[in-house]
């Protein structure tokens, strides 16, 4: 798996998708509460929430859960306090990782975070350590049957979009964050869905690394991957 290769990423994520909607569930209900506390509970007034509610209706995520999860955020239902905590660290190979975590309890997040770490020789480093490493922003995956580089270009340009970049397995849409919901909107407003829409830690700088390692290194993946607190995982291996 090439950390840089966003593609190979959604294609697994794909696999698991049916095995793991509890966790999905789980973290979208997170990041739902999340939204509607610091923007309201209104996706019309609410960009942020109003994207992460066509993701909830991407992955069918039960309506109950969905209102849950806004009332929560709202305070009209209690609820646990979420905190976003982003980590860096190293893999084997000297592959450079950010977590992205939203958690009840910050120590226990460190131990486990540190704890998958260790385990497969890694370990956590100081905040700045590598975000330098990537590129903070909003990042959009489009399948090349989904459009056409002129028909993107005619509205995501215009939405705050950054850049559009083409490849044999479909287009990148880059952009700034303060810009993201704004692009989100004008992709649904266009009615085309993105097979991944996130607000992403891009790699700048790769490392190259065997098959060997790569192996090592998505067994890392995943058991970030399988920690309850963890959003998301981004890494910049490269495949040789």
């Not at 993201?180 to 690394?209: C, G, M, N, R, W």
Request: with cysteine; hydrophobic share 40%; aromatic share 6%.
């Amino acid at each position: 798996m090439a950390g840089h290769n966003k593609w190979s990423k959604v294609k697994r994520l794909k696999a698991v998708t049916d095995s793991r909607k509890g966790k999905v569930f789980s973290r979208l209900a997170r990041d739902i509460t999340l939204a509607a506390r610091s923007g309201g509970g209104s996706p019309d007034a609410n960009a942020r929430l109003r994207t992460l509610l066509l993701k909830a209706r991407e992955a069918n995520m039960p309506a109950d859960n969905v209102d849950r999860a806004i009332k929560k955020g709202t305070g009209e239902l209690p609820g646990v306090v979420f905190e976003e905590i982003t980590y860096e660290g190293y893999g084997p190979g000297g592959v450079a990782f950010v977590v992205k975590v939203t958690t009840d309890n910050k120590q226990r997040a460190a131990k486990d975070v540190r704890a998958v770490f260790s385990r497969f020789g890694g370990n956590l480093a100081q905040s700045g350590a590598v975000s330098f490493q990537f590129l903070h922003a909003g990042q959009f995956l489009i399948a090349p049957e989904k459009t056409t580089e002129d028909k993107l270009l005619d509205f995501v340009l215009e939405a705050g979009a950054d850049d559009i970049i083409t490849t044999d397995q479909g287009f990148e849409v880059r952009c700034g964050i303060p810009a993201f919901d704004k692009v989100a909107h004008a992709l649904e407003q266009a009615a085309i869905k993105p097979d991944s829409a996130e607000i992403a830690y891009i790699p700048t700088v790769t490392v190259p690394v065997d098959a060997s390692l790569a192996a090592t290194l998505e067994k890392l993946h995943d058991a970030l991957d399988e920690n309850e607190d963890v959003q998301a995982v981004f890494s910049n291996e490269e495949t040789a």
